[in-house]
Structure formats: C-alpha cells, structure tokens
T-cell receptor
Framework: NAGVTQTPKFQVLKTGQSMTLQCAQDMNHEYMSWYRQDPGMGLRLIHYSVGAGITDQGEVPNGYNVSRSTTEDFPLRLLSAAPSQTSVYFC?????????????FGPGTRLTVL | GQSLEQPSEVTAVEGAIVQINCTYQTSGFYGLSWYQQHDGGAPTFLSYNALDGLEETGRFSSFLSRSDSYGYLLLQELQMKDSASYFCAVRRNSWGKLQFGAGTQVVVTP
C-alpha cells in the first residue's frame, strides 16, 4: 500500500494563479481531510469529506474548493492564490471508529505564493 | 472560544522522562489524540484517549481527565530520535473532525 500520496511536493505560484493539489489514498478510507500548517500554529482544517460526493468546510475554507468524486481522490483547488496561502498542505485519510478516527497523513505539499 | 494550550518547547536529556500537558476548551469533545512530527515530515499518530485514564503504548503513555479538560503525553526513556514536535488534537465530532494545538517541540540532548 502506498498510503496517502500528494502531488506536487513543492510548488511556487504567482499571486492570482490557480492550481490543484492532488491527494490520493489506497486504504479505502471513507474520510479525507485537507489541513494547512503554518509555523507556530499547528494544523488547521480547510475542508473535509465523509464519503464520495460529500464535503464540508473546516476552520479555514476561504480561497479553497474541494470535490470528492471517488473514494480514493480528494483534490484541493486554490482559486486565486494569495501570499497568505503560503503554507505546507497536508492531506489525511481515516476510517470511521479506528482509534478515534486516526488520521493518516500524506507527505505534504510545500506551497509558496509570490 | 475554542483553544488547545500546550507548551511550546521542552528540553531533556537522553534517558529522561518528559510530560507534555494539553488543556483544551472546545465545543464538542469525543476524545484527545496525540501526533508526532519530525522536521520536514508528516504527522504520525501516537495515541488516543476517549475515556479518563492512562493509555500505555511502549515508551509513550497518554492520560485524559475529561472533568479537568486536560491531558498529557508522557515520553519515557527518551531517545535522540524522540526529538520532534508533538501535537495534541481534540476530536470534536463523531466523524473525527480534529482541532490541533500549536505543538510542543521536544529537544533531546546527549
């Protein structure tokens, strides 16, 4: 099993550009989430999904869109990149009831917006 | 408001014991998790407490007191590889929505 994979690993954007961060998992987990991590602030939930076709907002959803057409994939779209979106983005998946819904994290995407 | 408080940094020598405290104030509480993150890496799950008491997993133990809105992670027999950031996270609803603390950086010295 590859677990949770994310692409790209690094990305530099200019203000106003759009892009999609890819996330895939091969563990057949129902739940998937996107977090951003900024220095000294821990991880903050952007959007999450409890199954294909079902998504909802987390703590910091503004400027991001998600969709979940399959169990495996959960892409995150930046609509119009801003310097405030410079961060490390982690995708995670989990299975209901497994040790409090243990999150399995991908390796992260390091995004810089100039 | 909603908050999780944990110390920003703890330093200890190899072989010592370190306790990382976490106090929380959140709407909705299903349990407290702990995650470890090495520099440049992804967070990895360490432990989860849904009920009051102590959970032991090898050299690591985690404790929860729901009445005090408090938990801690105990790291015993510290090793150099334990140098990392440790995050507490409150599970806020039934699907596993997590709210993370800012993290505690543990520095282990020889």
């Amino acid at each position: 099993n590859a677990g949770v994979t994310q692409t790209p690993k690094f990305q530099v954007l200019k203000t106003g550009q759009s892009m999609t961060l890819q996330c895939a998992q091969d563990m057949n987990h129902e739940y998937m989430s996107w977090y951003r991590q900024d220095p000294g602030m821990g991880l903050r939930l952007i959007h999450y999904s409890v199954g294909a076709g079902i998504t909802d907002q987390g703590e910091v959803p503004n400027g991001y869109n998600v969709s979940r057409s399959t169990t495996e994939d959960f892409p995150l779209r930046l609509l119009s990149a801003a310097p405030s979106q410079t961060s490390v983005y982690f995708c995670a998946s989990s299975r209901p009831g497994l040790q409090g819904d243990t999150q399995y994290f991908g390796p992260g995407t390091r995004l810089t917006v100039l | 408001g909603q908050s999780l408080e944990q110390p920003s940094e703890v330093t200890a020598v190899e072989g010592a014991i370190v306790q990382i405290n976490c106090t929380y104030q959140t709407s909705g509480f299903y349990g407290l998790s702990w995650y470890q993150q090495h520099d440049g890496g992804a967070p990895t799950f360490l432990s989860y407490n849904a009920l009051d008491g102590l959970e032991e997993t090898g050299r690591f133990s985690s404790f929860l007191s729901r009445s005090d809105s408090y938990g801690y992670l105990l790291l015993q027999e510290l090793q150099m590889k334990d140098s990392a950031s440790y995050f507490c996270a409150v599970r806020r609803n039934s699907w596993g929505k997590l709210q993370f603390g800012a993290g505690t950086q543990v520095v282990v010295t020889p």
